[in-house]
């Protein structure tokens, strides 16, 4: 099983400011690596698959970033709307398998 | 664009059996291995079963192995999970997820709650 950590657990961040979160797996998953904001009470929102591929709708201040066991995402200019939690996933290998998650804070 | 619709979550007492059922459209359901990934409230996400697509390939987390099955009617676009001798670590919100390396896609999810 490939395991997933994401560091910090939490970030402290003014609106307007770049937020840089990490995700690292045990062993390689290709680029086969999706990133997903979670709000209290709502399903997880895919915000990136493939490494760097934005979903649909997903605006462009989100970007990931690299490939075999080492990701990162970067929200440009925090929103208030952006902060959440955050969750990166490994789709290369079965048990699909996620970081513990990203709390992103307003500081 | 993608659908995934959840149904048969609910309250349950331990020991008993649930199903649940997932309606998927917008896409060739043939084509993907579907999952089902679980979320206790508050906590992280987990992936609990998943299924290629045509039955070849099955696979459980631990957690669940024995009592969970999963299963799949590419006729009638539907996934299932079939959830016996639930624990009361098994209450979480249960999503249908489409697998594929076009990224995965997901349900808004069902409440299973297990508790006497």
């Known amino acids: 099983e490939i395991v997933m950590t994401q560091s910090p657990a939490t970030l402290s961040v003014s609106p307007g400011e770049r937020a840089t979160l990490s995700c690292r797996a045990s062993?390689?998953?290709?680029?086969?690596l999706a990133w997903y904001q979670q709000k209290p009470g709502q399903a997880p929102r895919l915000l990136i698959y493939g490494a760097s591929t934005r979903a649909t709708g997903i605006p462009a201040r989100f970007s990931g970033s690299g490939s075999g066991t080492e990701f990162t995402l970067t929200i440009s200019s925090l929103q208030s709307e952006d902060f959440a939690a955050y969750y990166c996933q490994q789709y290369n290998n079965w048990p699909w398998t996620f970081g513990q998650g990203t709390k992103v804070e307003i500081k | 664009e993608v659908q995934l619709v959840e149904s048969g979550g609910g309250l349950v007492q331990p020991g008993r059996s649930l199903r649940l059922s997932c309606a998927a459209s917008?896409?060739?359901?043939?084509?993907?291995?579907m999952h089902w990934v679980r979320q206790p409230p508050g906590k992280g996400l987990e992936w609990v079963s998943g299924?290629?697509?045509?039955?070849?390939?099955?696979d459980y987390a631990d957690s669940v192995k024995g009592r969970f099955t999963i299963s799949r009617d590419n006729a009638k676009n539907s996934l299932y999970l079939q959830m016996n001798s639930l624990r009361v670590e098994d209450t979480a919100f249960y999503y249908c997820?489409?697998?594929?390396?076009?990224?995965?896609?997901w349900g808004q999810g069902t409440l299973v709650t297990v508790s006497s």
């Open positions: 299924i290629h697509q045509n039955n070849g390939r099955i």
């Open positions: 997820v489409k697998g594929g390396f076009d990224g995965p896609g």
């Open positions: 917008g896409f060739t359901f043939d084509a993907y291995s």
């Open positions: 062993q390689s998953t290709s680029s086969n």
